[in-house]
């Protein structure tokens, strides 16, 4: 899966590794690649130094900017990649200096996530909503660290320690979104053979259902299953995910084997988004899929 994998640029691959077809109608502060940690934290720096200089609390410069207060924590403490809706709006609340638009071209990459995957986590970290569908593995967001740690373990060709330390760092960090942003509304829809499969044996199985039970119990995140038995489908085009901006845009994304397509395109988002309200509407209710969670883990 491209979210859990390093990854390396491949063929077909725009100049910053992503995809040329994912960067079609994109705004260009999505497209550049950043080069190194350091320069996030640089970054970092400079966006508190200006906010200080401006006389501004952590609070009130994220009222002013309109993001959470633990974003902008993470950004200035180089921790997350900025949001360009967040960088546009810091430059109006210290001043429209150029500091801040100017560096995030030389932003950091972020270890542990494919190059074809960083412009969709850019995106995400600052969705209002985000519709997931997965047919193959359990989706990143509600991975727990020995289900992830077996994923990398079975990459091929196979991972270094680091390579596997970097990608679950990356992993925990995304997932902090689903409690950083109570806004956001989360749904994921899972195929049942996802926790049938066992994967890592037994008792990963068993923690992993009890995390996703937890996770489903948060007011903004609705979970469902797809049975395993299902005459009428609308997801056998495989797995997709869907999220909304701030300002109210529609993205896409799916996956390939070692690559995978952000699709901005009016018309074919509106498909997909078709399709998914469809399996919404075929998958097990939310009360019954908590039951069928409950008694698989109960069967284990």
């Not at 600052?126 to 994923?151: F, N, W």
């Not at 409690?179 to 829809?189: A, L, Q």
């Not at 995140?221 to 701030?246: C, D, F, K, N, Y």
Request: glycine letters at 8%; hydrophobic letters at 40%.
């Amino acid at each position: 899966m491209a979210e859990d994998t390093v990854g390396t640029d491949v063929g077909g691959t725009g100049a910053d590794g992503t995809p040329a077809e994912a960067t079609a109608g994109v705004p260009a502060t999505f497209r550049g690649e950043p080069e190194s940690s350091d320069s996030l934290r640089t970054f970092g720096a400079v966006l508190q130094a200006l906010r200080e200089h401006a006389g501004l609390s952590r609070q009130e410069f994220a009222e002013l900017v309109r993001f959470s207060k633990h974003t902008v924590a993470s950004v200035e403490l180089g921790r997350r990649m900025p949001d360009p809706t967040l960088v546009e709006r810091s430059e109006e609340a210290t001043g429209n200096t150029g500091a801040l638009r100017k560096s995030v071209r030389h932003l950091a990459r972020q270890p542990g996530l494919a190059a074809w995957f960083r412009q969709w986590a850019r995106l995400e970290a600052t969705a209002i909503t985000l519709y997931t569908y997965e047919c193959r593995v359990v989706p990143g967001l509600l991975q727990t660290e020995a289900y992830a740690r077996q994923l990398f373990v079975d990459e091929l060709p196979p991972l270094e320690d680091d390579q596997i330390e970097a990608q679950w760092v990356a992993r925990a960090e995304r997932q902090r979104l689903l409690r950083e942003r109570p806004n956001t509304t989360f749904s994921f829809i899972l195929e049942e053979q996802l926790f049938l499969r066992r994967t890592g044996g037994v008792e990963v199985t068993r923690e992993l259902i009890d995390h996703v039970l937890e996770v489903a119990e948060l007011r903004n995140v609705e979970i469902q299953i797809m049975p395993l038995v299902r005459e009428s489908h609308a997801g056998l085009h495989g797995s997709v995910q869907l999220l909304e901006t701030p300002e109210n845009k529609w993205f896409a994304y799916t996956e390939a084997p070692e690559s995978g397509q952000l699709i901005s395109d009016p018309k074919v988002v509106s498909v997909l988004q078709r399709r998914y309200a469809r399996m919404r509407s075929q998958a097990l209710t939310l009360e019954d899929s908590v039951g069928l969670l409950q008694r698989m883990r109960g069967a284990l």
